[in-house]
């Protein structure tokens, strides 16, 4: 008989329990004894979740005050001198420090640098790895947790821990010389001691997450895997070791050999890999089948599942599971409200799909009439997902099929655009400009609010927003700034926004995923044809334009990042949904173009996150996704510029296909990385205009005039002096408007020195 577990349940809370108690415990509003009360209360009632779904192991350590990975780097004493405290248990504080830095005034420290979880939109501490670090046990937080676990649980805790080879993966070297994998043999004996530990205190099964098997790796990573798992075989302890997000390809065969008792592969991003694990694996060892979308919000097909599984239903010691951790998505589907009843007969959380897990358990065991009543009605849902009125529209359908290479196309060349333009907008050399987003204070938040509990009305909001936008407008004149925007002040979020608006997007009241520590998002779902009934952004740019003669920027989100940050139908090509996406927002920089507006930004920070785990599968990835840039932004006139704006990666990899965008102005993200950016943007000779963020928009710190001539100099030392242009490096949402005027102020400034510098020398 198949048993079931999980690999890891959302933390957050449903209510997001967890933020709150950790926000306030930032702020000393509470001690430290009710954030571990409500840290012990939140795991409780997860366990009983789990136990109650009638799982055979439940996941212990996937808790985590902030990220897990920052756990492992903590039980491993991997811990960066700055935050001194080698040698020694690693307390709560300083755990917070290493994940949240301390702001300037107090002896500012730089947290740990931030960044995504494979392609997920979680995000994890990235270790830092040095030469000469030492490691040793340096938190007590899985054992304990484990014996907490114990009294709840008894024999079903399952302890999960991130494995050492995804740990160093992870990682990142400080210093010229540093390999990483010479760090393993100094990691291998702390997991022993790690897992000998949990042995003794009762464990019998552990599993270790190891998900880099997914990538292309190479063959010192792939030899390291035979001797780290070699060397961790403890006495009476049964190791599963987990893979997710991926096909194993190239890796499979190493995993079905490592000496562990168990392996778990991704049946849902991998389907066609399973039955080859099920030859391999040798069937001494367990085959955990991650056969539950662990990444999205679809209700299982139980009849697809069993399909899937019947080949394996005589196999001694199958389990079966989620893909993944349900880190992923959101708690509990039962208290959604507002969502439609049809849409949400199509949905799944995290509570429903362990539910979907037993079911399984349940026919595989005693047939499917054991569940009949549960599988027609499975079967009816889906039936009603696939025939259903709102997930189709024909006019939606029938314009993917009429796409033309001339609609994905500028009618003139950048050089020739360049003169039009140039001509329309008389900006001086340098011109400066904005993201798009302003401050959202406390005031706006609070009107939002009134509005969404219908304190307010609509026309008491929408004059509310007007006075803002108005009060936006004049202060970027105040500041001197060339193009302006109009704040944003009405967008919550800059994908929630838009999704609201479009068909085909439905958005939830307590959909909440983890981001990173304290912050989640509610992605939106995309569960049929996107379309746009009316237009979305047009009055309110309108409106700005009319204050001012200066050019205002319509700032939309492209369809990427919109496709990127939602949970997107899985019943058909995500380019199809991205190109659906795509055709709506044509309509709507056509619209803002018709309405007078002359410079457009379509913001794609998501562009380079949707990159493929796999190299094989990227450049399919990059062509259908500057497609769909391409679709969105070329059917404007040679007159009308198109910006793009792009933050928080590694764009060196993508180069070509951010060129491939043909977008007349692109801002980005460099003044933390000093310009660094820039160089290769230039070796590659990218053509259009490039406006390189010199003020760092994640500080609250106020960069001087002389700090930002020398970035300047920097980026025209790269770049040809007509090509660049001045901006911070991203929304400045998050920040404060007394900073943000004084920042601006000094960026107009950098820019009029730089400019007179340049045309006097010339
Ligand atoms: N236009 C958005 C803003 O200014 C862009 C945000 C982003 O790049 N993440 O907030
Ligand atoms: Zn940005």
């Not at 079966?320 to 439609?340: N, R, W, Y």
């Amino acid at each position: 008989m198949a048993l079931i577990h999980n690999l890891g349940f959302p933390r957050i809370g449903l209510k997001r329990e967890l933020k709150k108690a950790l926000e306030s415990y930032w702020q000393e509003a509470i001690g430290r004894e009710q954030l571990e009360q409500t840290g012990r209360a939140l795991r409780r009632r997860h366990w009983e979740i789990q136990a109650s779904a009638g799982l055979d192991w439940i996941p212990v350590g996937d808790f985590s005050w902030y990220d897990h990975v920052l756990d492992t780097t903590c039980l491993l004493g991997a811990i960066p001198e700055r935050f001194g405290c080698s040698g020694s248990a690693v307390d709560l504080d300083t755990y917070f420090l290493m994940a949240r830095g301390r702001a300037p005034g107090r002896e500012p420290q730089p947290a740990c640098e931030l960044t995504k979880w494979f392609d997920t939109n979680y995000h994890y501490l990235v270790p830092e790895l040095m030469p000469e670090l030492k490691f040793s046990v340096s938190s007590e937080k899985l054992f304990a947790e484990f014996e907490e676990a114990k009294s709840i649980l008894g024999q079903k805790a399952k302890p999960v821990l991130l494995g050492p080879l995804t740990w160093l993966y992870l990682g990142k070297c400080q210093g010229e010389v540093c390999a990483k994998l010479a760090l393993l043999p100094r990691v291998l004996p702390v997991y022993g001691e790690i897992l000998t530990r949990l042995a003794s205190q009762g464990a019998r099964w552990v599993q270790i997450d190891e998900p880099i098997l997914a990538l292309d790796l190479d063959q010192n990573w792939r030899a390291a895997f035979e001797s780290a798992y070699y060397q961790l075989q403890i006495k009476d302890l049964n190791l599963l070791l987990a893979v997710y997000f991926g096909p194993l390809r190239d890796n499979l065969k190493l995993a079905c050999e490592l000496p562990v008792a168990g392996l778990h592969v991704d049946a849902v991003r991998a389907p066609e890999e399973l039955e080859r694990v099920h030859d391999w694996l040798p069937t001494h060892k367990v085959l955990s089948v991650g056969i539950i979308d662990g990444r999205n919000v679809w209700r299982t097909d139980l009849e697809e599942a069993w399909r899937r599984l019947k080949p394996l239903r005589t196999r001694p010691n199958l389990w079966l599971a989620p893909s993944c951790s349900l880190l992923h998505v959101p708690v509990d589907l039962g208290i959604e409200t507002k969502l439609d009843e049809e849409l949400k007969s199509w949905l799944a959380f995290a509570v429903q799909k362990l539910d979907e897990l037993a079911l399984l358990k349940k026919a595989l065991g005693q047939g499917q009439n054991s569940i009949a009543a549960r599988w027609e009605e499975n079967r009816r849902a889906l039936a009603s997902r696939r025939t259903s009125a709102r997930v189709t529209h024909p006019e939606a359908r029938r314009r993917l099929t009429e796409l033309t290479p001339a609609m994905e196309q500028r009618a003139s060349p950048y050089l020739v655009r360049r003169q039009a333009q140039r001509q329309k907008h008389c900006l001086p050399l340098l011109p400066t400009t904005t993201i798009g987003s302003f401050p959202q204070t406390a005031a706006i938040r609070s009107k939002r609010q009134e509005f969404k509990q219908g304190k307010i009305d609509v026309t008491a909001y929408r004059s509310f927003l007007a006075e803002q936008i108005a009060e936006c407008i004049r202060k970027q004149e105040a500041c001197g700034l060339d193009v302006l925007v109009h704040g944003e002040v009405e967008r919550s979020d800059m994908v929630e926004y838009f999704a609201e608006q479009l068909e085909g997007f439905a958005v939830t009241e307590h959909g909440w995923v983890q981001s990173y520590g304290s912050r989640c998002v509610r992605p939106p779902i995309v569960y049929g044809d996107v379309w746009r009934p009316e237009p979305m952004t047009v009055d309110w740019i309108c409106y700005a334009q009319s204050l001012t003669s200066k050019p205002v920027k319509g700032i939309l989100t492209g369809p990427v990042t919109m496709l990127k940050w939602s949970f997107v139908r899985d019943d058909q090509p995500p380019r199809d949904t991205c190109l659906q996406i795509a055709l709506a927002l044509r309509d709507e920089v056509g619209d803002l173009e018709r309405a007078g507006i002359t410079v457009i930004q379509i913001d794609e920070p998501a562009l380079r996150e949707g990159l493929p785990l796999r190299q094989e599968a990227r450049s399919e990835y990059l062509h259908w996704a500057t497609r769909a840039f391409r679709l969105a932004s070329c059917g404007v006139r040679d007159d009308t510029q198109i910006h793009t704006h792009m933050c928080y990666a590694e764009f060196h990899d993508i180069l070509p296909a951010i060129a491939d965008l043909d977008a007349d102005v692109i801002t980005l993200e460099t003044a933390r990385s000093k310009m660094e950016l820039l160089k290769t943007f230039a070796c590659f000779r990218y053509a259009n205009e490039i406006g390189p963020g010199i003020y760092d928009v994640h500080s609250p710190n106020v960069p001087s005039i002389g700090e930002m001539v020398s970035l300047l100099e920097q980026a025209v030392d790269c770049i040809p002096i007509e090509r660049l242009w001045v901006n911070p490096d991203c929304g400045l949402k998050t920040r404060q408007w007394p900073e943000v005027e004084m920042a601006l102020k000094n960026m107009v400034e950098a820019a009029n020195i730089v400019r007179r510098r340049y045309t006097t020398n010339r």
